[in-house]
């Protein structure tokens, strides 16, 4: 407590003392005067509960913060992203489509615009790990592998981000619908589902869509296992947008 505080509790303490004395000796003596040196009294009385209030929040929060401190502080966070083995290409062999490739960053519900890690029992119902999260917001995680994904395929001639300087054929443009642990009575999966269209930025005209879902059960009911299940959840999702994309381009093998 500091000195100033201190000094300010002593003081009203002596002037409720003064002014009790006041009334008890020469209580006839003084008529309004005694009325006055009441409200007074109770002015700081007032000041002093205001005080002793401030007094006691600061204590509390000091001995919260001692206890974290006792504790160990606030949890560390953890960070996560997704990660599985690439095929070999997946051409088989075939020359690559003569032409670019476009993939434009993905859309998502706004419930994946959160780096935390999400985990679900219910559609209508979105809950947090808050110190499990992942490097980005899901819907550019998912923009990454993608691209890389489709690059490394040997497909296309050239995958790159768009828009951007390189002339493309095709634009592939997505949204994120879900991304999460789903939680199902005793078991837990790790989830992952989206759309894709693809375009002709010359005309817009929409040549393509599909969709793509994927329920992989957790090994370990952990945050870390949650994640490997997501990643081949994820892994799942894109072989199968391959195989579309090839079937539309009629790529006879394009998994093997």
Request: with cysteine; glycine share 6%.
């Amino acid at each position: 407590m500091k000195m100033s505080q201190m000094a300010c509790l002593c003081h009203s303490g002596r002037i409720l003392l003064q002014f009790k004395r006041i009334l008890r000796n020469k209580k006839d003596s003084y008529g309004m005067t005694v009325v006055a040196a009441t409200a007074s009294v109770q002015n700081e009385k007032l000041k002093a509960r205001s005080f002793e209030k401030q007094l006691s929040s600061g204590f509390f929060l000091f001995a919260f913060c001692g206890l974290l401190s006792a504790c160990g502080g606030v949890p560390e966070t953890y960070y996560y992203t997704l990660a599985f083995e690439q095929n070999a290409p997946l051409n088989d062999g075939h020359t690559p489509l003569p032409f670019a490739l476009g993939v434009e960053k993905f859309q998502s519900e706004t419930i994946y615009d959160d780096d935390r890690i999400i985990y679900r029992d219910s559609p209508f119902e979105v809950k947090y790990y808050f110190y499990r999260r992942w490097v980005a917001p899901p819907r550019h995680l998912i923009t990454e592998k993608v691209l890389s994904y489709l690059a490394d395929t040997g497909l296309f001639e050239k995958v790159t981000m768009h828009p951007s300087t390189v002339n493309v054929k095709y634009v592939l443009s997505g949204r994120l619908l879900a991304f999460e642990e789903w939680d199902e009575q005793n078991n837990w999966y790790g989830k992952v589902a989206f759309k894709a269209s693809l375009y002709e930025p010359a005309t817009q005209r929409v040549v393509w869509n599909g969709r793509f879902e994927h329920l992989q059960p957790v090994a370990k009911k952990i945050p870390s296992a949650v994640v490997e299940a997501m990643s081949v959840s994820m892994k799942k999702c894109l072989d199968d947008l391959a195989r579309s994309l090839g079937k539309e381009f009629n790529v006879q093998k394009m998994i093997p």
